[in-house]
């Protein structure tokens, strides 16, 4: 089996990875884990896991630290684009008028900067394949809205239908709601449902969905797992 370690965000993720991608990926011949990123460092000790944190230096350690101890092990990540730090490599230079674009070239970013890293530290090349950069557009609820009837089922409110399907309608997917302060998919959630807890309802929402759908809706999600199920045949 091939082994893929999968950097998450925080506990939503974490329980998305465990509970859904890696019994998946398994069927695949993959085994998956999933690891929480660090964000704060105490006297040089990792405090804090989850989030971004507004620290790239952090995430970079992380990912590096992973690669160099573990040389058989696949590295991905499973970051919102929405909030990035504004060190995260790519973000003075993304391009391009749609989402898709700007994403991608921060990916490329990403692994560029992920792959300097690795040259300095370790003093030889990383091979391309061992890490593989995914940023979700536009957050993990974007990928919720890939079924309104299932968000409203699991928040058990009936009036939340229309105005949820009228939110995905406006977008020609879900990873395409976009990321301000007052739009994100967060955002809008929590607007029309305050009591919305993401760790409690997104995963309950996703499992619902399930991956197939949420893949059918989400291209850019469905491009990164057909990114991982080649492995399994390397």
Same mark, same amino acid.
């Given at each position: 089996m091939k082994r893929l370690c999968i950097m998450v965000e925080g506990q939503t993720e974490e329980r998305f990875v465990k509970d859904l991608l890696a $019994?998946?990926?398994?069927?695949?011949?993959?085994?998956?884990?999933?690891?929480? *990123?660090?964000?704060? %460092? *105490?006297? +040089?000790? @990792?405090?804090?896991? +989850?989030?971004?944190?507004?620290?790239?230096d952090l995430i970079e350690k992380d990912i590096l630290l992973r690669l160099r101890s573990d040389s058989g092990v696949v590295v991905t990540t499973l970051f919102d684009y929405y909030g990035l730090p504004?060190?995260?490599p790519g973000t003075q230079s993304a391009s391009g008028q749609s989402s898709y674009d700007r994403v991608?070239? #921060?990916?490329?970013?990403?692994?560029?900067?992920?792959a300097s890293a690795y040259r300095a530290a370790a003093n030889r090349d990383l091979s391309p394949d061992r890490f593989i950069p995914n940023l979700i557009l536009h957050e993990f609820e974007g990928l919720?809205?890939?079924? $309104?009837?299932? *968000? %409203?089922?699991? #928040?058990?409110?009936? %009036?939340?239908?229309?105005? #949820?399907?009228?939110i995905a309608g406006e977008h020609g997917s879900p990873e395409e709601i976009n990321d301000s302060l007052k739009t994100a998919p967060s955002k809008r959630l929590l607007a029309l449902y305050p009591g919305y807890q993401k760790p409690l309802h997104g995963n309950q929402i996703a499992a619902r969905i399930g991956l197939a759908e949420i @893949?059918?809706?989400?291209?850019?999600?469905? +491009?990164?797992?057909?990114?991982?199920?080649p492995h399994s045949t390397k």
């Open positions: $019994p998946y990926l398994a069927s695949h011949g993959v085994s998956t884990e999933a690891t929480c *990123i660090c964000t704060k %460092q *105490i006297d +040089g000790r @990792r405090a804090f896991r +989850g989030g971004h944190g507004g620290r790239y504004g060190t995260f991608a070239h #921060l990916e490329q970013e990403f692994a560029r900067s992920i919720l809205f890939s079924s $309104p009837k299932t *968000i %409203q089922d699991v #928040l058990a409110d009936a %009036q939340l239908l229309d105005k #949820l399907k009228q @893949r059918a809706r989400c291209p850019h999600f469905d +491009g990164w797992l057909r990114r991982l199920e």
